[in-house]
């Protein structure tokens, strides 16, 4: 069973940043594709990014590319999610989650939440204008 904590997210103005990160526990997340989604209120949730296993691939959702980067260490059992220039649109409660065990070495990462197993309890990011 695999364990996902997000780190607290928080207020920041629009423009700034902020980093996220999830924790595993109980289970190593060395084979398992990891993907950020986030959902606002009366919203559907939405794909953000996911990385494969590797973390040689990378995949972002159209709004936050260029703007957001999905990473990841292994070693220690944590991927992250760094926000530049929010703006107000990208208030949501953030989750990460993990699709796995995969071996293979071209597994894509899927954009669909059905497609991951384990779910972390999500963190608020508020950006004011």
């Known amino acids: 069973q695999v364990q996902l904590v997000e780190s607290v997210g928080g207020l920041v103005q629009a423009g700034g940043s902020l980093r996220l990160s999830c924790a595993a526990s109980g289970h190593t997340l060395s084979r398992y594709a990891m993907g950020w989604f986030r959902q606002a209120p009366g919203m559907e949730r939405e794909f953000v990014a996911a990385i494969r296993w590797s973390g040689s691939y990378t995949y972002y959702a159209d709004s936050v590319k260029g703007r957001f980067t999905i990473s990841r260490d292994n070693a220690k059992n944590t991927v992250y999610l760094q926000m530049n220039s929010l703006k107000p649109e990208d208030t949501a409660v953030y989750s990460c989650?993990?699709?796995?065990?995969?071996?293979?070495?071209?597994?894509?990462?899927?954009?669909?939440?059905?497609?991951?197993?384990?779910w972390g309890q999500g963190t608020q990011v508020t950006v004011s204008s």
């Open positions: 989650a993990a699709d796995g065990p995969n071996y293979s070495s071209d597994y894509t990462p899927h954009t669909q939440a059905r497609s991951y197993d384990y």
